[in-house]
Structures are given as C-alpha cells and as structure tokens.
C-alpha cells in the first residue's frame, strides 16, 4: 500500500484515481480514469471512518507500539511518524474499499495520486484547480450524470477556504486574548 505514496508515476504515464481530499471538511472528490469515461465520486468521511476503521487502527498501533526492540526511547520517539503512516495506509485501504476497488488485490489497485487541498495554495490556486479538474475530464464529463462535479469543486474549494478563515479569526481571538500558547508578548502590564 505504501507505493500509492509515492509520488507520480514515470513520466508521460498518467494515475489511474485522483483522490481530492479538503481537510477541514467532511466531503472529499475522486476521479478514477482507468475506464473510457472519468468516474467521479463524492465521498463522505462518515461511510470511510468507521468503527471498522477506528478498529483497524487500534489493532495495527497496538502491534506497533508493543514490538519489542533495542532502542525502546527512539521506538517511542517514532510513534507519530509511524501512526501517520498507519492511518494513511489504512484509510487508502478504507477508501479504495468504498470505492469497489480490493485493496488486497495487488492487480486491481490503481495507481493514486492524493491532493490535498488546503492552505495558502488553496486561495491563489483555486480557480486553477478547478480548470485542471476541467481538462483532465473534461467540462461535458463534469456536467454529465446529473451533476455538475465542477460546482461541487468549486463549493468544496469555498468551503475549506471558509474554515481555514475561521480557524484564523479563532486563532487570532484567542492570541488577542492571551489564551494562546503560540502567541507571546514581549511584555505585559496585568494591573
């Protein structure tokens, strides 16, 4: 599962499944392109992050955390890195489930690439996004079905956008209001 990570394929070879992934919201896109016609999917993380889910990854963080080793201080030290990689693996799984796809069938798994869509990249590039999403399907395929994938994009992009400013005005309320712990003034009068 971890080749799904690793980055685009050789040059000129196109992935076969995008996964669009908004991280502040509760909604996420795919396109799978290995048949004649673009598959595109909106996904909800309620039908990914299951009790199965959740299970799955206490079991494998459970066999991580209590392999014995030499170096116990930097096996603990690892922990994060090493859950990082458990849930992404984990939820590639859950996700390529979803999807119809058998994670465990090595010949059936699409190559895969993950956007994250997210951050400063996301306000400058948002229109850009969604021309990419355009050419890559074409703006008839994102209006075919009944659906018009590319305004969902665009809610989707507006969304993330929204909850990323509201996370900043919270961040910036709670630094003004000295309850922040990443803020800090040089000095401060508390009569």
Same mark, same amino acid.
């Given at each position: 599962?971890?080749?799904?990570?690793?980055?685009?394929?050789?040059?000129?070879?196109e992935c076969d499944l995008q996964i669009f992934i908004f991280p502040h919201l509760k909604e996420f896109m795919t396109v799978d392109l290995r048949h004649g016609d673009p598959i595109v999917n909106l996904l909800h993380t309620q039908d990914i992050f299951?009790?199965?889910?959740y299970a799955a990854v206490e079991h494998e963080f459970s066999i991580?955390?209590?392999?014995?080793?030499?170096?116990?201080?930097?096996?603990?030290? +690892?922990?994060?890195?090493?859950? *990082?990689?458990?849930?992404? @693996?984990i939820s590639m799984s859950f996700i390529l489930d979803t999807l119809g796809?058998?994670?465990?069938?090595e010949e059936s798994v699409p190559s895969?690439?993950?956007?994250?869509?997210?951050?400063?990249?996301?306000?400058v590039h948002s229109e850009r996004l969604i021309?990419?999403?355009?050419?890559?399907?074409?703006?008839?395929?994102?209006?075919?079905?009944?659906?018009?994938?590319?305004n969902v994009l665009s809610r989707l992009v507006s969304q993330e956008n929204e909850a990323l400013n509201q996370i +900043?005005?919270?961040?910036?309320? *709670?630094?003004?209001?000295? @309850?922040?712990h990443d803020?800090?003034?040089?000095w401060e009068n508390r009569n």
């Open positions: 599962m971890e080749d799904l990570f690793k980055g685009p394929g050789p040059e000129g070879e299951t009790d199965r889910f991580i955390a209590r392999r014995e080793t030499n170096s116990p201080f930097s096996h603990l030290i +690892n922990l994060p890195l090493r859950m *990082e990689e458990i849930i992404r @693996d796809i058998d994670p465990d069938d895969v690439v993950v956007f994250v869509v997210s951050g400063g990249a996301l306000a021309d990419n999403l355009n050419s890559l399907i074409g703006s008839e395929m994102l209006k075919s079905h009944g659906n018009n994938w590319e +900043n005005r919270d961040e910036l309320s *709670e630094a003004f209001g000295g @309850d922040s803020y800090f003034t040089l």
